[in-house]
């Protein structure tokens, strides 16, 4: 997992492969961290995360958006999920999950919205 695009305006993070035990912990530092940083800027910020390329994600990584979503939103910001698998999709919906973040139908739509 690595963070492409850093931009005044919204932050691109680009998860691949198995978002699960240890993977989450790692992304759940990435993420508070660069929170953080926004925050010290006084931005408001914009998570998008491409998933297209997310294999698999338990309920740790779950749990890593969940609490990065309600951070993002009591600071102004929004987060966008795009390009969830179906798996990933289904587990959302099931947990009644999915009025926690935008699901833009594609990544240009989402960058469009943030800027």
Do not use: H, W, Y
């Given at each position: 997992m690595q963070v492409n695009i850093q931009n005044k305006n919204f932050t691109l993070l680009e998860i691949q492969g198995r978002v699960i035990?240890?993977?989450?912990?790692?992304?759940k530092t990435m993420l508070e961290e660069h929170i953080q940083e926004l925050e010290a800027q006084g931005g408001t910020?914009?998570?998008?995360?491409?998933?297209s390329k997310a294999q698999t994600m338990d309920s740790a990584g779950l749990g890593v958006l969940i609490t990065t979503s309600t951070q993002i939103r009591q600071n102004g910001g929004q987060t966008?999920?795009?390009?969830?698998?179906?798996?990933?999709?289904?587990?959302?919906?099931?947990?009644?999950?999915?009025?926690?973040f935008d699901?833009?139908?594609?990544?240009?739509?989402?960058?469009?919205?943030a800027l």
């Open positions: 035990g240890q993977d989450a912990l790692v992304l910020p914009t998570l998008i995360v491409d998933m966008m999920l795009v390009n969830v698998n179906k798996g990933i999709k289904r587990m959302m919906i099931r947990t009644n999950l999915t009025s926690l699901f833009p139908k594609n990544l240009t739509e989402a960058i469009t919205s």
